[in-house]
């Protein structure tokens, strides 16, 4: 039997088992972190599927492609692999695989600011989940539809749904859910007001992330969370060491929403501290990082971004504020430290 290698990693001719194995290996080593070495194996293992006319392996690897399109912020190619592999999926009658399929495209779907479809997709996952008793996938599913209930400024649903998940996950010892539907009860408290349980939902999203040894792969949401609840206090100083984290983290990823977001909270930091020059330039340089993908900040996500312009063209005039803005877009990302 021949072999040949991917990123130093033996793997054997076309056959059935090595074309499962390599998207094996690639689907884990994306979750750890090495998208490098996992987008090479996927791509590989697509290529022996294909050959051998394997249907359910061909969907397999399309769905895990979206995720890695994603994470490069590359929605054209998520949204074709995403649909090709949900179309495969379905073809076969397997609802596991519609709803791997799913995620990266109702991920998509929230981002580009198409809500109701987002919803739509949440909600077939949600009634594929309970037929299969996933339990766990039903926690995650109904999260989905808080971060909906989110974006749409539906807070007291957001805080339902996400409530109803917490309690799902914790029963089923499902650490990874409890912290994602801690995080929406965290950005949702956040946008109700209510800085004190904000900071206290995040305080243990951050305590759990560093016990379980999750840096430095932290993501840049969890430190900008509650960056932005530092700010609404007036503590610039706390606001500025999380946003700096966060920036850090971002980088790390490679992600432009990440780096995007991360941006954005360094901007709100600064500018209670009277630099709303720099504020101006930060959220110019986020803007033109989210158009460098495709995907400028939809209207759910507004309000920080409008919060923090309002104060920095307050201190600066409309004309020095439009003026620092064109400059930090006109900058590479880099050099917004």
Same mark, same amino acid.
């Given at each position: ?121 949440? %909600? ?109 206090? %007036? ?64 209207? %759910? ?15 600066? %005039? ?20």
């Amino acid at each position: 039997m021949t072999s040949d290698s991917v990123d130093g990693i033996s793997v054997a001719a076309a056959t059935p088992s090595s074309a499962r194995a390599a998207w094996f290996l690639g689907s884990h080593l994306y979750g750890i972190g090495n998208a490098t070495a996992s987008a090479r194996l996927v791509d590989d293992a697509l290529a022996r599927f294909e050959e051998l006319g394997d249907r359910w392996g061909t969907a397999a690897a399309l769905a895990t492609r979206s995720f890695h399109a994603k994470l490069r912020g590359d929605f054209p190619a998520l949204l074709r692999d995403g649909e090709r592999s949900l179309e495969l999926f379905r073809g076969l009658g397997d609802e596991w695989g519609q709803l791997q399929a799913m995620v990266p495209l109702r991920t998509r779907a929230e981002i580009v600011g198409e809500y109701g479809y987002a919803g739509e997709l949440h %909600g077939l996952c949600l009634a594929i989940a309970e037929r299969l008793d996933l339990r766990r996938e039903v926690s995650f599913q109904l999260s989905g539809l808080g971060r909906i209930a989110l974006l749409t400024r539906e807070y007291g649903r957001a805080g339902e749904l996400h409530e109803r998940a917490r309690r799902i996950a914790v029963e089923q010892t499902d650490s990874f859910g409890e912290q994602y539907a801690e995080i929406g009860l965290g950005m949702g408290a956040r946008r109700a007001g209510d800085l004190d349980a904000a900071e206290a939902h995040m305080r243990n999203v951050l305590d759990t992330h560093r016990r379980m040894g999750y840096e430095p792969g932290m993501p840049a949401l969890i430190l900008a969370e509650p960056g932005f609840a530092a700010e609404l206090r %007036g503590d610039a100083g706390r606001a500025l060491e999380l946003q700096r984290s966060g920036l850090a983290a971002a980088r790390a990823t490679g992600d432009p929403r990440s780096l995007a977001l991360a941006l954005e909270g360094l901007a709100g930091a600064v500018s209670p501290a009277g630099d709303a020059a720099r504020a101006a330039r930060l959220l110019g340089t986020a803007a033109a990082v989210r158009a460098s993908v495709g995907v400028p900040l939809p209207e %759910g996500e507004h309000d920080d971004v409008v919060r923090i312009g309002t104060r920095a063209r307050a201190v600066l %005039g409309a004309d020095a504020y439009e003026a620092e803005y064109a400059r930090g877009a006109a900058r590479p990302p880099e050099e917004a430290a």
